[in-house]
């Protein structure tokens, strides 16, 4: 039985024990993982069991960035959190999150995870619904799912865009 809530900044979602079974093997089952209930803190920010994690090697949207479709601003951004939503959500059980470590000893400081509903690595579902974009100096793992999503024309990819890691610099 699932429970959520929707508020500005996150959404919480709670599954009883019995969803938690599944196809896919229990996420537990590595000591070092992070598992529990996923409450969403940015498009590319999870916070599971206490531990909060940026999801490693990828850049989603902002969630207040604009993108443009035939040539009028749609928002992105707002709809990249949107879909974290719905991936949590549709998905459904516990996130399991296993600690990662940036190459970049500037990034070191950041919180990084690789994170898993289902079965299914969730900044992968992002990258692929053209949500995010792959962070080629944290990992390639992300590039040919930013491919797919770009040929598709799907999410962002659907007009120009803003890189959001230059959007961010923008705002500076």
């Keep these: 039985m699932w429970s959520w809530c929707t508020t500005a900044l996150m959404l919480c979602l709670g599954a009883t024990s019995a969803s938690a079974q599944g196809a896919a093997p229990a996420p537990d089952a590595d000591a070092k993982n992070v598992v529990g209930n996923a409450q969403i803190i940015d498009t590319d920010i999870l916070y599971v069991n206490g531990q909060r994690f940026h999801l490693f090697g990828i850049d989603a949207l902002?969630?207040?960035?604009?993108?443009?479709?035939?040539?009028r601003p749609w928002s992105c951004?707002?709809?990249?959190?949107?879909?974290m939503e719905k991936i949590l959500f549709?998905?459904?059980?516990?996130?399991?999150?296993?600690?990662?470590?940036?190459?970049?000893?500037?990034?070191?400081?950041?919180?990084?995870?690789?994170?898993?509903?289902?079965?299914?690595?969730?900044?992968?579902?992002?990258?692929?619904?053209?949500?995010?974009?792959?962070?080629?100096?944290?990992?390639?793992?992300?590039?040919?799912?930013?491919?797919?999503?770009?040929?598709?024309?799907?999410?962002?990819?659907?007009?120009?865009?803003?890189?959001?890691?230059?959007?961010r610099q923008r705002l500076r």
């Design 77 to 83: 951004g707002a709809v990249a959190y949107r879909e």
């Design 90 to 167: 549709e998905e459904g059980g516990p996130v399991a999150c296993t600690p990662r470590e940036d190459p970049d000893p500037r990034r070191r400081g950041t919180s990084w995870g690789t994170c898993i509903i289902n079965g299914k690595d969730i900044a992968d579902l992002m990258v692929r619904r053209g949500m995010a974009l792959a962070v080629r100096e944290q990992t390639m793992d992300y590039v040919a799912a930013e491919k797919v999503a770009d040929v598709a024309g799907v999410g962002a990819w659907q007009g120009p865009f803003i890189l959001p890691w230059e959007y």
């Design 62 to 71: 902002e969630q207040d960035q604009s993108c443009f479709l035939n040539g």
